[in-house]
């Protein structure tokens, strides 16, 4: 790890906060007890004394029982450098959907290259690698946390389901909304040839989708019963530190409105630089480092310049 001939890969750092995340834990361990005082009777001079330790999280239920149901998740999760946000998102989730007893597997989308954000060709490709042990996938923002468990995680058979419906997302509320967490079967994902691949920077690959869904022949479902409202989610962005890329130049002012009839699946154009197990406070996920390549000749708003 380090340098890379022509440019910088940002998976040090990945590491680099997973091991300060790992340091602190095992130093709340060694600094607390949950066993009374010390050995000898009382505290010992200049020795601060010992906090009690967190209740320890019961044991979630095994995926082998049959409870669990037939299918499996591929939890989507497209990221660059939001390493705060994921050592947050990842063990959450990993027990949220464990409680629910919901097969899944939590794939890291890791944009390496030197290319803006594009986070429909992260999920193409999540998709393409996701493998033949999942048979439904969910488009999962790393900064967007479920707080009510009525939330439905299961296989959609009747057709796309957003769980950040407008009525419940705590930003978004406009009736054709369909980012933050969206579930498909990898069918329906297949009929509607994923996402566009044109979109670089922040916004708009959601509604373009949204008019792939309908062309599709599919139907948007949303969660009823939720009384949770606007407090269904807790949103861990934060605007003032993390600016978003909201860039757009003259072009791509003009292609962010159209429908791609042309791109998606069949024609993402990437490369994995390299697929990586991880446990992030016990819960297991898979990076995959990815570099995406661009046609400047057909997306010339790919680059920052």
Same mark, same amino acid.
């Given at each position: 790890m380090g340098l890379l001939p022509g440019r910088f890969s940002v998976f040090p750092l990945f590491f680099l906060a997973l091991?300060?995340? %790992?340091?602190? =834990? @095992?130093?709340?361990?060694?600094?607390?007890?949950?066993?009374g005082p010390l050995p000898g009777g009382g505290q010992s001079r200049g020795v601060p004394p010992r906090q009690p330790c967190p209740p320890q999280a019961p044991l979630l239920p095994a995926e082998d029982e049959p409870s669990w149901g037939p299918h499996r998740l591929a939890l989507l999760v497209p990221?660059?450098?939001? %390493?705060?946000? =994921? @050592?947050?998102?990842?063990?959450?989730?990993?027990?949220?959907?464990?409680?629910?007893?919901?097969?899944h597997h939590i794939f890291i989308l890791n944009?390496?290259?030197?290319?803006?954000?594009?986070?429909a060709s992260l999920i193409n490709v999540g998709f393409l690698e996701s493998g033949n042990d999942t048979d439904y996938i969910a488009m999962h923002d790393v900064d967007l946390l479920p707080l009510n468990e009525q939330l439905d995680y299961s296989f959609p058979e009747a057709g796309p389901f957003h769980v950040a419906s407008p009525e419940l997302h705590p930003l978004y509320h406009y009736k054709t909304y369909v980012g933050g967490i969206l579930l498909l079967t990898k069918q329906h994902y297949e009929m509607c040839n994923g996402m566009s691949n044109r979109f670089w920077g922040w916004g708009r690959e959601d509604d373009e989708f949204y008019r792939r869904i309908k062309g599709a022949g599919l139907q948007v479902r949303r969660p009823s019963g939720i009384t949770t409202g606007y407090k269904t989610f807790q949103h861990l962005h934060d605007p003032a530190w993390r600016k978003r890329d909201q860039k757009r130049i003259a072009a791509q002012k003009q292609e962010q409105f159209k429908v791609d009839r042309e791109g998606g699946l069949n024609n993402v154009r990437y490369r994995i630089e390299s697929r990586t197990a991880l446990s992030v406070a016990g819960a297991p996920c898979t990076v995959l480092n990815i570099l995406l390549d661009c046609?400047?000749?057909?997306?010339?708003?790919c680059t920052f310049g």
């Open positions: 091991l300060l995340a %790992f340091a602190s =834990l @095992l130093w709340l361990q060694l600094s607390c007890s949950g066993e990221f660059r450098e939001r %390493f705060e946000e =994921l @050592l947050a998102f990842v063990p959450y989730m990993h027990r949220f959907l464990s409680k629910k007893r919901i097969r944009q390496v290259d030197h290319f803006r954000f594009n986070r046609d400047a000749s057909e997306t010339p708003w």
